[in-house]
């Protein structure tokens, strides 16, 4: 992604410096006395290319600054603002920078009426190849985004239920044909549902609340029939959120990474609920740490802040104290 920036940055200051070749070779001749002199014009181009460059690929650098995670999480307001101040100071020090070699008393130029004008129209460049940079900038993180929604998607529907889930489900499964037969079937039926939702939801962007909390009621069924008492679920999702919208399988994510983490026992259970406010969906575990510990990876959680970031350009929510671990996904 990182190579594609700077691709695209070559491609703006190549075509910006072409078209600005173009302007002032136009401005130049609609302005010029009546006999035109090529020495005085190559002389005035030959002093301002330089410079129509330096503004290029500073106000680039502005760009690619205005699209890092923390200004994007700025309000917009804010960037725009941020934006006009530094197009405004670029071209106040290059227009200072370029008459240095040629004005003596800069204090005094500073004071008169052509130099704002020289930084009114320099601002106006700066503004048009910083909006250039940004338009084309945004278009290149769009186009990978989606290349990396669809490996998202790809590997989700690889990995996205744990091969152990399928090893222990199966093998409760056979212990339950030995000991109850009508608990087998019953448990068969929802082993089945689950992974018929992975297989035909997975490929999805969004689901409904509701189709995500029927599919996480089956996963939570095989999941307590394998832990027994060691296992509490609760639900507060409120009505009227169930028909807003969430990526597939993300309340799961949360589930098996609660369940991968912590300790799982009758005599103390681990609780998770969920639950939603009408902004947020939430998923919060207690703490039960196991005796021995497996640090996670971070990969789920990171893979489900990239397809917020894809659908809706906003990021999930994660709190942390001594007795829960919480995570907040936007309703969408």
């Known amino acids: 992604m990182m190579n594609n920036r700077r691709r695209i940055y070559w491609y703006i200051g190549i075509g910006t410096a072409v078209t600005f070749t173009a302007i002032v070779y136009t401005v130049e001749l609609l302005t010029a006395e009546p006999v035109f002199s090529i020495t005085s014009f190559s002389l005035n181009y030959a002093v301002s290319f330089p410079f129509i460059l330096l503004s290029v690929v500073i106000n680039c650098g502005t760009a690619a600054l205005l699209h890092r995670p923390a200004l994007k999480k ?3 307001a804010l960037r725009i603002a941020f934006g006009g101040m530094s197009a405004v100071v670029v071209a106040v020090l290059l227009v200072i920078v370029g008459n240095l070699p040629f004005i003596p008393d800069m204090t005094g130029y500073v004071r008169t009426v052509a130099f704002w004008r020289s930084v009114g129209a320099t601002t106006l460049i700066n503004v048009i190849i910083l909006a250039s940079a940004e338009l084309m900038v945004q278009a290149v993180i769009n186009r990978n985004l989606q290349n990396e929604n669809a490996v998202l998607q790809y590997r989700q529907l690889k990995s996205q239920i744990n091969p152990h889930f399928l090893f222990n489900s199966l093998n409760v499964l056979v212990s339950l044909i030995n000991k109850d037969r009508e608990a087998a079937v019953k448990y068969t039926k929802k082993l089945s549902a689950v992974y018929r939702y992975v297989l035909t939801q997975d490929c999805q962007d969004t689901v409904t609340v509701r189709e995500e909390m029927d599919f996480i009621g089956n996963y939570i069924g095989i999941l307590k029939t394998r832990f027994s008492e060691g296992l509490e679920f609760r639900c ?12 597939p399988m993300s309340l799961q994510l949360l589930i098996e990474n609660a369940v991968k983490h912590n300790a799982v026992m009758p005599e103390n259970p681990l609780v998770i609920s969920v639950a939603s406010d009408g902004k947020y ?3 919060a575990n207690s703490i039960r740490p196991r005796m021995s510990r497996s640090e996670g990876t971070g990969i789920g959680l990171k893979n489900l802040s ?3 970031e894809i659908l809706a350009q906003r990021d999930i929510c994660i709190a942390k104290d001594d007795d829960s671990f919480t995570v907040k996904l936007p309703l969408l």
């Open 74 to 76: 700025r309000s917009v």
């Open 306 to 308: 990239e397809k917020y």
């Open 236 to 247: 507060a999702v409120r009505d009227e959120d169930m028909t807003k919208s969430v990526p």
């Open 281 to 283: 969906l939430s998923v």
